[in-house]
């Protein structure tokens, strides 16, 4: 059985801190990995992926992932009230976007 | 971004009755698509995939013949909840992509809330 970790939170950070979101996985087998917040009564929406160990940035986001790890997080930086939602870890087992186990989610609040 | 519609976005029914959700890609082609049930506080739990003209794929424990799945066209999948119990209430969401590549990101829609009475 698949599963993928994450701490369920609430992970309260200030107003313009950084938020860092965890992620483990078990299958070592995993070749892509997806982060996604999701409000409250919405459905997902996708912030980024990565599929290689390192750091990938897009804006204020940051993916870094280790293999090895078996290990993926989610940074956000200058975090703004707006980014209070719940992030969504998901992995595949190939190199597609298809058929995602997801994580529970991290609640995350961004306090003024 | 490619958009995914789906209807009805809320639906209260009686139980053993049979409730209907369309997702549609609006602009696009979905060569797959994947049907989701969320229950509050729980993660997003893989039912089906479904490929156009092709019999639905469904993961452990779904049972295919409460949940039926039809994918018509590549832009229509529906997913049917026969004799609808208040179990079955939950969050569903359907998801569309239209490839098989890594950057072909799954396309979500805004769920549908059914509540069985």
């Known amino acids: 059985q698949k599963e993928v970790e994450q701490n369920s939170g609430p992970l309260s950070v200030p107003e313009g801190a950084i938020a860092s979101l965890n992620c483990t996985y078990s299958?070592?087998?995993?070749?892509?990995f997806f982060w996604y917040r999701q409000y409250s009564g919405k459905s997902p929406e996708l912030i980024m992926f990565?599929?290689?160990?390192g750091d990938k940035e897009d804006g204020r986001f940051t993916a870094q992932l280790n293999k090895a790890s078996q290990y993926v997080s989610l940074l956000i930086r200058d975090s703004q009230p707006s980014d209070s939602a719940t992030y969504l870890c998901?992995?595949?087992?190939?190199?597609?976007?298809?058929?995602?186990?997801f994580g529970t989610g991290t609640r995350l609040q961004v306090t003024l | 971004g490619a958009v995914v519609s789906q209807h009805p976005s809320r639906v209260i029914c009686k139980s053993g009755t049979s409730v209907k959700i369309e997702c549609r890609s609006l602009?696009?082609?979905?060569?797959?698509m994947f049907w989701y049930r969320q229950f509050p506080k729980q993660s997003l739990m893989l039912m089906a995939t479904?490929?156009?003209?092709?019999?639905?794929?469904?993961e452990q424990g779904v049972e295919k013949d409460k949940f039926l799945i039809n994918h018509a066209s590549l832009t229509l999948s529906t997913l049917t909840v026969t004799s609808a119990h208040p179990e079955d209430s939950s969050f569903y969401i359907c998801?569309?992509?239209?490839?098989?590549?890594?950057?072909?990101?799954?396309?979500f829609g805004p769920g549908t809330r059914l509540t069985v009475l």
């Open positions: 479904s490929n156009e003209g092709s019999k639905a794929t469904y």
């Open positions: 998901a992995v595949n087992e190939d190199g597609t976007a298809s058929k995602l186990t």
């Open positions: 990565i599929y290689s160990n």
């Open positions: 998801s569309a992509m239209a490839g098989g590549r890594i950057d072909n990101e799954q396309f």
């Open positions: 299958d070592r087998g995993s070749q892509s």
């Open positions: 602009d696009f082609q979905a060569t797959t």
